[in-house]
């Protein structure tokens, strides 16, 4: 999977960073810094992709 390729993360998580990604350009950020924080945000609070099944750590 190539940098930057969010086909690993699930709608809800998509739904989340594009939420976040308006907020930062109201404030005045540009489309490409949102972005960048936006998935970031998204990462720190999830952990990053799909993540499920049987054992998983939380």
Request: a positive charge; zero cysteines.
């Amino acid at each position: 999977m190539p940098r930057g390729d969010k086909s690993a993360y699930t709608d809800k998580q998509k739904r989340q960073a594009a939420h976040i990604e308006e907020g930062y350009k109201e404030k005045g950020v540009s489309e490409k810094e949102a972005e960048a924080r936006a998935w970031a945000t998204v990462n720190k609070e999830s952990g990053g992709g799909k993540k499920s099944g049987s054992g998983r750590k939380s």
